[in-house]
């Protein structure tokens, strides 16, 4: 068992709260964050969750986003001849070329570092290190490492928290994931209520805005509201991270663009920078928690409704890569 966030033993020069160390086993520095909360008897109880024989993806097409995007480039699929390729043999393969984070993905721990350079568990990524050709030879915590020996990936129980649902059905009032609300840990019980999930040590906690529906269906008012970056996502404060860590979460996910609302919010209460980004720090770094992005909930959100059961396993097997920072998550919920 691992220490309450008020209780976790001190790093110093950094605040209370961060969990390094707090993991680590025979000396070795470990890698895998809060993913360690799957134990094996957690990961027995999430396959009772399936019961209907009912699968459904979350993953967004890679190419979701069809406008140009600022910093990240858009997919380049190239289907080959095999004959052109010089094969004795008619068919094809194909070439992609994608960042990893244009849409559906995992951020790893080394997707966002302090001021000095560190992430999660100290560890200093920087572009020459993540450039590894082995996953053995590599020590940071990096989205490979998930295809360890033992370790099989992500399975666990998910619980979909459908914001987006609950305020249309308490309001009557259409969720616009373009306004930049931001979803506090008191909204998100008041869902799980409402729906009727429990949230449990070890849940993988996934919360729909229906950001990527609008991405799917732009408007040119959605688009202007789009450019000053003010999206809906759950609220980034330390309180927030601390009713994560309590709560035992080993993932969490987000159709969101940055699981967090935009922009960040500063300690004095101001509209922060990128780099002001509150939740990346606590969960990526500080705790070791991996965060999901763009994920296509609309489905899941409609299965979860009809069944009213929000519940279910999740499976997740990123691209096995050594040095990955991100991935598209190959994320299916199986009810
Ligand atoms: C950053 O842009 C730093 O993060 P993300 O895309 O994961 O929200």
Redesign the pocket.
Known sequence: SVPDFDNLPAVEGHPQGCAWGVFDKDGKKDHYGTLNFLTPEIVAAAAKEVKDGVSISLNWPLNGIKFPFPHRKAPVHKPISLREAGMEVDGFDDELEINT?FSSQW?SLC??VLPSGETYNGFKPSVELLQTTSTEGNDLPTLDHWHSPGKGCLVARGVLIDFKRYVEETTGKTYDSLDGHRITVEDIEAVAKHQGVEIKPGDVLIVRTGYTEFLENPTPEGFAKMATMSLSGVHGTAETARWFWNKRIAAVASDA??FEALPPLKENGEAGA?SD?VL?KWFLTYFGLP?G?LWDLKALGEYAKQKGKYSFLLTSVPLNHPGLVASPPNAVALF
């Open positions: 984070q951020d997707h966002v663009h940055a990128v980004l990346h965060i992005e």
